[in-house]
């Protein structure tokens, strides 16, 4: 049984940075690629972040390029959201996603697997 699970979110201000970690077990995480997306009250599911299988490449919504930095601990089977900068705007409950390719995507359909989330409020 595959399970994500997503931590390090909360209350924060303007400025401010968090980390998110997100805890990957029961599948091959070293072979998936690793994506962030979010979801702020009564929008879409947005991409934020992806990486390859072995970090090689990553990609960012332009909302966040230049603030957020993804990466990932193949020995820990974990994947990480560096948030710097946030802003109010920032505010969504943050899912971590796996993908059973090597390649990261900007598309949540492309996903296989999904954490349950975890809020990130940034207040002004």
């Known amino acids: 049984q595959v399970q994500l699970v997503e931590s390090g979110g909360g209350l924060s201000q303007a400025g401010d940075s968090l980390r998110l970690s997100c805890a990957a077990s029961?599948?091959?995480?070293?072979?998936?690629?690793m994506g962030w997306f979010r979801q702020a009250p009564g929008k879409e599911r947005e991409f934020v972040a992806a990486?390859?299988?072995?970090?090689?490449?990553?990609s960012y919504a332009a909302s966040v390029k230049g603030r957020f930095i993804i990466s990932r601990d193949n020995a820990q089977n974990t994947v990480y959201l560096q948030m710097n900068s946030l802003k109010p705007e920032d505010t969504a409950v943050y899912y971590c996603a796996a993908r059973k390719s090597y390649s990261g995507s900007p598309g949540p359909g492309d996903y296989d697997y999904w954490g349950q989330g975890t809020q990130v409020t940034v207040s002004s």
């Open positions: 990486i390859t299988w072995n970090g090689g490449r990553t």
């Open positions: 029961g599948l091959t995480f070293g072979s998936s690629a």
